[in-house]
């Protein structure tokens, strides 16, 4: 996101101007307090309100703009930032045009417009207020050259944010994992250690981003041992993302009550993008198990949110003719020929059918997302079983006073080879990718 999973760290509470007295301030302090309790519904509402109390505070916008764009609602958090931006040269504005242009990054990204979201991390990285906001911004730069297919300038990225911060994990398990695709063996092992050490003294965020490197490695049952580890906490930043990640694995090792219970907690909380992703995997796991009927009612209340996913429309129509098959009625002779010819040509399984599409192999993406293919069912688009979308490259403001680890998240993942994905979750610059039967078009971060 992923997921997003919104960095409360990073957030929020400590713009370097503390938003004055009144009551847009106790509505924006209110929606800090729920963002840092992991109440996203209540933090959206009381965001808004701040913004609508004193629209004259920079601080509210590029708030509210950064929440947006964790519920995957780029459009709008534009024109936040929009609000926020100002036209001047003053300490002040400098420190606030800054999360203005992080924000803007992670919001292009996230619309693939990657030579825009490039732009504006190289404008905040020529403003020398805020510099602990740097090291997410070179993250976040990293993630939109993996997407832009410059691995090695996005190497020098990441390690200029590791750099910054010593503690930046991401950066490292995206070193340890481009350097481990480039079959670079010790220069990926000099970065795990450092998420190694971390693991070792109890770091939460190292365990996480372990799981995610020994996943896109194709190592799963170690990349399970440390997302369930992560998990197990309760809480934390990309708990959604893991719990998706888990249930990847899973289904694709057919445990599919397991899968279903790490769905059923990873869509508890789930917003925006996450919620979406989240939906796919669902039916996905519905399709696996031949439950037509189940999945194509879930891909129908997936299509009233979301009525513009080409993607999604030829699976419903794939569905209603499995469903239909499934109880006794193969005639609907047009169905099946939308979805032979819409989804199916050119996709064979593992048995030589081509007419179903699907397969049952998997792979794994530069965000760490899990590709699993569903077993007769038809390639699409937008990946589904994919995890959940990481933070978005910093799905946050910054402040004097927070020193959040978070930046331009690509988005975890579970399930055999590491590949690449060109759009960008999780994600702030964040590679957003995926997984499933669900493959046509879609494009994804860092493939």
Known sequence: MKKQVWL???????????????????????????????????????????????????????????????????????????????????????????????????????????????????????????????????????????????????LKAYQKAADENKENWQAYYRLAAIYQELGDADAAGQAQDFLDTAYQKGDTEATYYLGLLYTSAGDNEKGKKYLTKFVSKGRGEYLQNAYNCLATMAIGEEDYSAAQEYLSKARASAKGEAAQTLSKNQMILMERQGMFGEALTIAQDYLKQYPDDQAMKRECRFLKTRNAVALGNGTIKDETDASSNGKDQGNSTADGDSSSGGSSSSSTAADGTADVKATKSPAISDNSISATTEPSASSSTDSTQSNSKATAAPAASSTVQQSRTDNAATATAAPDKTASSYTDTEENVGQ
């Open 8 to 154: 409360t760290a990073m957030v929020l509470g400590c713009s370097v101007l503390m938003a004055g007295c009144g009551a847009a301030n106790r509505s924006y302090q209110k929606g800090i307090q729920a963002m840092q309790s992991g109440n996203y519904e209540d933090a959206g509402r009381y965001l808004q309100k701040a913004v609508k109390e004193n629209s004259e505070r920079a601080e509210y916008y590029i708030a509210y703009g950064m929440y947006l764009n964790e519920q995957g609602e780029y459009k709008n958090a534009l024109k936040q930032f929009k609000k926020a931006y100002q036209d001047t040269e003053n300490t002040i504005a400098n420190v606030n045009n800054k999360q203005v242009y992080l924000g803007q990054a992670i919001a292009y990204s996230h619309l693939r417009e990657y030579d825009k979201a490039l732009e504006l991390c190289d404008k905040a990285l020529k403003l020398k207020n805020t510099s602990s906001l740097n090291n997410r911004i070179w993250c976040s730069k990293g993630v939109v050259l993996e997407a832009l297919g410059e691995q090695e300038e996005a």
